[in-house]
């Protein structure tokens, strides 16, 4: 019930209601909200435009601030999450506070959603009411602001991450990179050449690697994972967990001497790097570049760790330089930063999810990363491409779209298997001479010079069978077939079902959200779409923000995405860190609560509800109170308060209650 | 049932997870019915049981909370503590003979505008069975009302 | 100058504000002095229509308890309105309702018919029902009061200047009350004239608040003997304090028994129950729906309990008729 | 555990052994079967090609009959049935013109059917009524040194993959694992074992047939076990035209799943329909033997 003596100085609102084009005009009859709008209590002025947001849309609303003394503004357009802040900035510019204004949404809300045009003219007027009803209790507010943290945090040392760091660290800014392997580089890391032009991955990568680590603002962290973020845009606060590794690396010069000293004198076990087509030890590198070049020990392989007995070889090759330290413990580090970069990257779709395609039951079955490993040249067969049982295939069929465009698993395409499924033709072809085969649905080569590399791949005589392979079987039909691996697969360009036999299949396996995924939204307090990718602000004019302030996205966390455009991403991700860091302060939404000490019952409800622990009780006045820097402004308290004594900025008791009153009205 | 009633509900849909899921349900323009009109707060956890009984009186046939699934609240535990007080209102209301059917808290992510739509068509529909919620206010009764 | 006239008159209440005055013990001998009591029913024999003979605005000020439930209280609250410069509502039947207006969870029939057809006390005539008009033997028609089918608080049916809150008042309040009215002071209309703060903050158990005050589970008085020194809502009793004004001095609390509410919310709040059900569900201290449904089992009557002195004043004062479907 | 019985025409006629060795094994679980009384033909085959709305009031009346029984189940141990049947359930739900000509029939009769009882397949109540562990508990003769195909073929799973998956079924490889036989990699396992064909278009059904059979064999499996008395029978039959028209030597003895089951658990072979076999098992079975002594 809105008490009139709350009202200050008689409210003169401006009502502006937009067309948006067509996008609200075709739906909602614009003119007959504004006709509505400017016979509502206190309107002094509604008019309608074409785009409010445009300049001149704008410099309407300042004029009329000016001219008609207008000190309330609404304008009823989009989501305010998409131009609340544009209009604030307008009104303030008009010369009145920027808080005085209210936004309604009749696009998304209304006119995209809603079938009958007379029901979306009856919503929007009703949203229209009751923002009008609203924003007369609005107040005066000014945005709080903080100082911000010079820091930046990165998490994942994929190129992504990578990039990102460099950037931010090239602008003197220093970085904190965590990666949860014992080194970085990521998957790209793992390819041999990249597409389409056939630069090896490693020789392009590897500097980029070296110099994180060289750089001297950078503070690389791997092996190490984020365990808890706390604080906000500006301000965060993050816990970082290093898992040991057994070797102290401000001691190890990287001679790997003690991996050589390993009482197992040759590797045993399987690779997680290689993924298991190459063997280690206990004591390994991931990789020959591996960034920082400091082995690791395998607690659950290493001998002395199972046995307690163990002639220590390691030690003894490591010598006075005494890096390795089995008694190392988990540590935990306590960093703040004022912004967060997440390339977290993605995982690679589990081909066996599909048992018709044979992954894991004929040993001739590979997926697409796998093959990566074999034709690189620091692979576990130094690049020769051979079949398990050592022979060279002379025949070899690449499937396309394995675990992407497939309602059974994964709807999306994952953008990248069509390319790098033509790169491993070409290098099987120019390595092996072996005839290979792509079954494909499509072919989507977009990007620069992709079309061009395809058209080679095609004057290279590789064959491309239009159609969705239906089984990958080792029956023969004929005897030509015998021992072969049997393609089965409808060419859809010749209308008839087709046995390809093979020495070895390639499953182009699809891109998806790293399996923990989830946590690590929770843990970051950010959103995902409905596939696991995690959600930027806007689609398209905030690709690399997410709707956590001074969060933002790099590379495929976000979804499938090429080198390239992981880079760019990460430039952008970078950029937008150091916009935040450089202007030294946010300007928070000033929707903080407070506890009025004349109404407060010292109950202390509130105390204990806080997630934030903003509020404390003053045992000598007998008050709870808030601590506004660390209220982020939920308005739990609010709505528990039993006296009425806690309240919210922007959302007022009575600005809630007027605008439920308006809705229904 | 009366074919032509069309519910007026009121969604009091949370910032960060059920208000940008009807954002989405926008910009892939999918279609629900007109009855629900979303005011916003930041939080679940900001839905004051009086803003609830106050738009029953102000003549609202349902009311539509919205928030985050449980671990997903932007705010650690608002969705837990809308729960609660939603679940002891909804304890109360029969006595004031309104069917706790007309409140409904769901749980919908940014991402699930599809499940937006289909509850919204949902409630309506449910709204329809239990027909108008005659606001009980006698109003002639009440010659004189108090500011 | 003439001392100043004062009325008191009662409508649907139990007569615990009569008390309230009477319980003014000596100091009621200084107001009696300094008024000059025109209409009082309950002590003095004046008649309606001795009020009816007053000019309006007559009456200085009247004091009116009880709830609005008959034409008549209707008819005598609008006489007194017409006769007085200022009507305070006295007490908190007057004020929001009170436990007379927990009749609005249901409706005239359903009492009418439990009074006087199933009231198990109930022993003559079963087909007597009060009629409003009866034909006496000598004298013609006599008429007697209509029964509404609502119970309204005095400021749902007159213009109210000022609300003297509690179940009953307490002579302290009505005294102070009373001397600010007769020096003039006056408060802004529409006061309520009681401190503007919760009970918890003149409860001396306030201290003993732990430092979360959340609690596992809710307990009923009959249950326990709580503790006399620490809060009794940390002890899981529904001690309605946090939510209701104060000025009793937590005269049931001293007595180890948890607020009931009687005198009202604070000013802010709209609704009295909805604010004291958002407290108690807020301070459950589970996110497993089992164990929150157990907890709340143990309110098996929310609106009694969060409405018992307020329910007319509530944004919903009275059960809706489902005559839909 | 009790089941309403549907023996279907052909476990009568080529089929007997499978159903006596089904009978073993059942009453050796004690597992009671009560044969639906008054029973009819399942519609599958021929009337399903000719007149499609007699064949689903034919199938709908043995399960109204059971309905009738007040049961929810009917258990079928032919494929072809199961499918029909299954297959009835299916359409009366989907097609509501068919669905009244259906109900019509049966009314006319004075039965009535509401669509709700389930039909269940042999290895389904074994794996997942009376359960492998359990199963498992009662072998007396581990398979052990046994490799052998299990073939599902088409109906088991086809098009209604109602207790496994539709794409690589394992409920009769993890069955024969439990029994202590090596279970041989066989991706043929739902492929068609050319039914009816080799009896129409000879080139056609005995090629379907070859292929199983050769890849069985160059797999080195001692036995090929069936889930469909059909298949069995099919695959068995013809293995010596088979041999001379594709100059291969395809002979590999072919059971019944209930029969394996049978000599797992100790049951004489004599009670298992052995005799009724073309392609002898013996060899194969001694091979247990060995493993077992040595």
Redesign the interface.
Known sequence: MPNEHNVPALPRIGVYVCHCGTNIAARVDVAAVTEYASHLPYVSVAREYKYVCSDPGQELIKKDIEELKLNRVIVASCSPHLHEHTFRLTTQAGGINPYLFQMVNIREHVSWVTEDSAAATAKAKALVRAAVQRVVFHEELAPKSYPVHPQVLVVGGGIAGIHAALTLANAAKHVYLVEREPSIGGHMAKFDKTFPTLDCAACILTPKMTAVKAHPNITLLTYSEVTRVDGFVGNYRVQVKRKPRYVEENKCLGCLECITGCVYKDARYPSEFELGLGKRKPIYVPFPQAVPLVPVIDAETCILFKSGKCPKGCVKACGDRAAINFDQKEEVLELEVGAIILATGFQTFDAGRLPFYGYGLYPNVYTSLEVERLVNASGPTGGEIVLRDGRRPKRVGIIHCVGSRDDQTNRWCSRVCCMYSLKLAHLIKERTGAEVYNFYIDMRTPGKGFEEFYQRLLDEQVHFIRGRVGEVNDWAAIPEEEGKLIIRVEDTLIGIARRIPVDMVILSVGLEPQADAAEVRKLFNITSSAEGWFLERHPKLAPVNTFSDGIFLAGCCQGPKDIPDSVAQAGAAAAEALALIDKGCVELEPNTAWIDAEHCSGCQACVALCPFTAIRFDAERRVSVLNEALCKGCGTCVAACPSGAAQQHLFLDEELFAEVEGVLA | MNEDFEP?I?GMFCN??T??A??L???S????P?NV???????S????????????????DGVLVGGCH???C?????N??????I???K??LP?????PERLRLEWI????ADRL?AVIADFREQIRQ?????????EE??????? | MSRPKVAFYWCASCGGCEEAVVDLAENILPVVEAVDIVFWPVALDFKRKDVEALENRAIDVAFINGAIRLSEQEEMAKLLREKSKLVVAYGTCAYLGGIPGLANLTDRESILHYVYREAPSLAANPDTMPQEHVRMAEDGVLELPHFDDTVRTLDQVIDVDYYIPGCPPLPQLTLEAVQKILKGELPPKGAVLAPAQALCQECERNASKPERLMISDIKRVHEVIPDAKTCLLAQGLLCLGPATRGGCGALCVQANMPCTGCFGPLEPIRDFGGKALSLVASIVDSTDEKVLRECFAKIPDPAGTFYRYSLPAALLPQRRKINAR | MKYVYFPGCCIHGSGRHCEEALFAVFEKLGIELEELPDWNCCGSTVYLAIDEPSMFALAARNLALTQKLGEKELFTPCAGCFLALHKTNDYLAQYPKLAEKVHRALAAVGLEYNGQVQVRHLVDILVNDYGLERLQSQVVRKLEGLRVVPYYGCQFIRPYPVFDDVYSPTSMDRLLECLGAEVVPYPLKTRCCGGPLAGMVGEVGYRLNYLLLKEAKRRNADLVVTSCPFCQFNLECYQDEISERYHEDVHIPTLFIAQVVGVALGIPREQLGFRRLLVSPEPALEKIKEVAHA
Do not use: N
């Not at chain 2, 009109?37 to 939080?43: A, E, I, L, Q, W």
């Not at chain 2, 006595?95 to 069917?99: N, S, V």
């Not at chain 2, 992510?109 to 699930?112: I, L």
């Not at chain 2, 239990?130 to 006698?138: I, Q, W």
């Open positions: 007026r009121v960060w997870c208000y940008l009807a954002d349900a926008g910009t323009r999918m279609k629900y007109p009109h979303v005011v916003r707060t930041m939080c956890g900001r839905v004051d049981p009086q803003l609830i009984l106050w738009a029953f009186r102000c003549g609202a449980f671990g997903d932007h705010y650690q535990e608002g837990h503590k809308a729960f609660r007080r679940l002891l209102l304890q109360l006595q004031l003979g309104i069917e992510s940014a991402a699930e739509c239990l027909g108008p919620l005659r606001a009980p206010l006698e009764k009440m010659e004189h009302v108090p500011a």
